[in-house]
């Protein structure tokens, strides 16, 4: 006879954690129709600490402190992991797992640096291990990557798939604020942490490609080789003179298949102001995926969020209760593939370098640069005539290695005050 009721255990009772527990309970009888006869029944939960869950008597009689004897619990048949970080959580997986119980999981980073091992645990045990939360919150991005574009290559991924970067450049852009201000009032309204340096400097939008990359292109790659930057450096002028120029900064998170290497980073770009991806605002992600057949499809919705992620966890049960008795391996054929290296791809410039107003200095510049092999679009001139001014330039493609070649001769020009910045221009 079928298991009727299916087991669900949740350790980690934050954000996440406790909107799990939400969807199940106010979502019930909608999930009950999509699992008929099946009943999911949430019989454990832990966290280190009890003050986490609301004050109902009914959650308190199924909650522990300890972590471990959910993980290892016989009745339990899914164990969701809404703890976060790397240790314990991986820990807790890997047991987890290796008790025969399926797992769910948000965790990127976990998924980040040992998706690959874990993967391999939960295959060869016919168990899932699955993490449709663990990237763009909202946004059913993994199930349209592995089980509905599965006729086509893909060829590029173009993601914002970090709602506290992205916030914080939205209101940079349209109130006119400085970096430090608007991240203060990002954290203000808990859009992002304290330490916010995981989110600002990219490292979390790198593991999220990194998982997307993965799966998109069943690549087994090394995620320590993905050039990472966040947008610590992006000025109030440099939003504005992009404005000008026809473009809004974003956080982007880039993946292409030249057929050879996978072409995968993380930077701040200027996207052409009405392109889709250039007004997904606020704190809200968004994803164009590029492949031949379906051409370009866009998601966006929202990064994160208790529910948002709560749902998409749900979902992933659902999923595994509806396959429980028919095993489905979702993720396998992993593919070993190199990234190309950093300093060998290609985009157009925007430089802002900050000269002595005095003539010459153009040529000077543009010397170096075509040395190097880099010319120039267009440039600008910024500021007042006759003291110190900034030249804005946008260049025309060329490789990241020729540019970073070309500007530390530049800095060493006697005219040459501070190279300012300098931001890749995304051609979509
Ligand atoms: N927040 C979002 O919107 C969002 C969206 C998508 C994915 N995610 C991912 O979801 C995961 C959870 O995020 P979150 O925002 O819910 O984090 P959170 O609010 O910090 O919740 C984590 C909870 O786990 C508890 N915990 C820590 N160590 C534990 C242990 N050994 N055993 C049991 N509980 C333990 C924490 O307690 P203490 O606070 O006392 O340490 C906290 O209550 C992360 O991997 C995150 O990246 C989050």
């Known amino acids: 006879m079928k298991k009727e009721a299916i087991n669900v255990g949740i350790v980690g009772l ?19 129709q999509k699992i008929f006869p099946r009943k999911i029944v949430l019989k454990r939960i832990a966290d280190k600490d009890r003050n986490k869950i609301l004050p109902e008597s009914e959650l308190y009689k199924i909650f522990t402190d300890s972590t471990q004897e959910v993980v290892v619990d016989p009745e339990i048949d899914i164990i969701v992991e809404t703890i976060g970080g790397f240790e314990p959580a991986r820990s807790f997986i890997v047991q987890a797992l290796k008790s025969g119980k399926h797992v769910v999981t ?60 992205n916030y914080i ?8 604020k400085e970096y430090n201000e608007a991240l203060k009032e990002a954290q203000k309204k808990g859009y992002a942490e304290a330490d916010p340096s995981k989110d600002i400097d990219g490292f979390d939008a790198c593991n999220k490609i990194f998982i997307l990359s993965a799966i998109a292109f069943r690549a087994k790659i090394d995620p320590d080789k993905i050039y990472y930057e966040g947008i610590r450096n992006i000025s109030k002028l440099d939003i504005q003179y992009a404005r000008e120029l026809g473009y809004t900064i974003k956080l982007l998170a880039l993946a292409a298949d030249d057929g050879q290497q996978l072409d995968i980073k993380v930077h701040p770009a200027l996207v052409p102001k009405r392109h ?7 704190a809200y992600n968004g994803i164009l995926l590029r492949g031949e057949g379906f051409g370009d499809l866009t998601f966006s919705g929202l990064g994160a969020g208790a ?28 593919k070993k593939k190199e990234i190309k290296d950093f300093k060998k791809t290609q985009s157009p410039f925007y430089l802002r370098i900050r000269v002595k107003d005095r003539p ?66 995304v051609e979509i």
């Open 14 to 32: 934050g954000t996440v954690g406790q909107g799990v527990i939400r969807v199940l309970r106010e979502n019930k009888e909608f999930i009950e």
């Open 106 to 165: 948000a965790n990127k980073e976990v998924i980040a640096r040992a998706g690959y091992e874990i993967l391999n645990l939960a295959q060869e045990n016919r168990i899932y291990f699955l993490f449709e939360a663990s990237v763009a919150s909202g946004i059913p991005i993994i199930g349209a990557l592995s089980h509905s574009l599965t006729s086509y290559k893909l060829k590029e991924i173009i993601g914002i798939l970090n709602g506290t970067t």
């Open 169 to 176: 450049l939205t209101k940079m852009s349209e109130e006119d």
């Open 276 to 282: 889709t991806m250039a007004n997904v605002n606020g």
């Open 307 to 334: 529910l948002p992620a709560g749902s998409m966890i749900v979902s992933d049960i659902v999923n595994i209760v509806n396959n429980f008795d028919n095993y489905k391996n979702y993720y396998s054929c992993f």
């Open 360 to 425: 010459g200095v153009l040529a000077e510049i543009a010397r170096s640069f075509a040395k190097n092999e880099v010319s120039f679009a267009s440039v600008i001139q910024k500021g007042e005539a006759g003291g110190i001014v900034d030249i804005v330039f946008l260049t025309h493609r060329a490789k990241e290695g020729d540019v970073q070649e070309a500007l530390k001769e530049v800095i060493r020009l006697e005219c040459v005050e501070k190279i300012c910045s300098t931001i890749r221009v």
